[in-house]
């Protein structure tokens, strides 16, 4: 399939902290994960392939052309950040017309869009709300409905979930998985792999500005299984479900926390383990209080993997 977006040894600084570093690469339509730990360079990606940030060294274009001070490009892309920036006494109408506006629709235009937008992310019966009244969720959703009011061709978004409750989560996949049934290229960038895994297949890997790997997530799910995780089960009867656990080969350490009721395992095989765990946890009637995973982020997992 033809490649939407290129990239050529792109590079970007700011004095002498690095954004990221030589990255060549090619992305086709449909839905592409951009997945790495915070501060690995994934915002800054997104600016310079949007056209937001000029480059030190190196290439960015989209449809062959060259995105850096490329108005004509600009009505095709459609971004998403992190962080919001609006208006905060405008509407959430007023905002996403505002910003349909900017892409050349007249105002009746700017208007059919911004409101169809709007409703497409469920926020009609708000929409003559003041955007200082919105929650955290409803601003995310309201961002979103400005990267799609012009439906464009080309989808940047970067944390679209953050702060969105778990069934809007749900409906916005699905609104992203439709831009990809449309042929449209969607990025999503994203330091939680259960999020790309619920929209694609298809991932870069960036870490320290650099991308560590590029392909098919079932790839990841390979090194994260190698990796060796910390899971903390704290429970009235912690030594008991240790001493049922530990025979396995697959369980590398166990540490106890008297104070906390608290019993830290290392397993070098996370699906086994929680497998065991809870076929364990049920069969002998033990009641847990917490489990958590400390380690069980991508920070952990690139670590590893580059210390290898």
């Known amino acids: 399939m033809k490649s939407v977006v290129k990239t050529g040894n792109l590079s970007k600084w700011y004095g002498n902290i690095l954004g990221i570093s030589d990255i060549s690469l090619e992305i086709s339509p449909g839905i592409t994960g951009l997945l790495g730990p915070n501060g690995a360079g994934k915002s800054t990606f997104l ?75 469920g926020l009609l019966g708000n929409k003559d709300k003041l955007i200082r009244e919105y929650s955290l969720g409803m601003r995310q959703r309201l961002k979103f409905a400005g990267s799609i009011v012009h439906e464009p061709e080309v989808l940047m978004l970067d944390e679209p979930l953050r702060g969105i409750d778990p069934l809007w989560r749900v409906n916005i996949i699905r609104i992203i998985k439709e831009f990809e049934k449309a042929g449209k290229t969607i990025i999503v960038a994203s ?9 694609t297949d298809d991932i870069i890997l960036i870490h320290q500005g650099k991308v560590f790997a590029q392909g098919d997530i079932h790839y990841i799910r390979d090194l994260i299984d190698t990796h060796p995780h910390m899971i903390s089960v704290k429970c009235g009867d912690y030594r008991k479900l240790a001493a049922l656990l530990i025979d396995r080969e697959y369980i590398l350490d166990v540490h106890f926390d008297r104070e906390s009721s608290k019993v830290t395992l290392k397993t070098d095989h996370r699906d086994k383990f929680f497998d065991l765990l809870n076929r364990t946890i049920v069969d002998h009637k033990i009641e847990v209080e917490e489990i958590i995973s ?15």
Request: a negative charge.
């Open 47 to 121: 600016k310079m392939i949007s056209g937001q940030l000029k480059a030190n060294i190196g290439t960015a274009a989209i449809f062959g052309e060259q995105v850096f001070s490329n108005q004509q490009l600009f009505s095709r892309i459609g971004f998403c950040p992190e962080y919001d920036s609006f208006y905060h006494d405008n509407t959430g109408f007023e905002q996403v017309a505002f910003l349909a506006g900017l892409r050349g629709f007249n105002k009746k235009e700017a208007a059919q869009k911004a409101e169809a937008a709007i409703d497409r992310v």
């Open 294 to 308: 400390p380690d069980d982020n991508l920070q952990g997992v690139f670590d590893y993997l580059i210390g290898r």
């Open 191 to 199: 330091h939680i792999l259960p999020e790309v895994e619920a929209m």
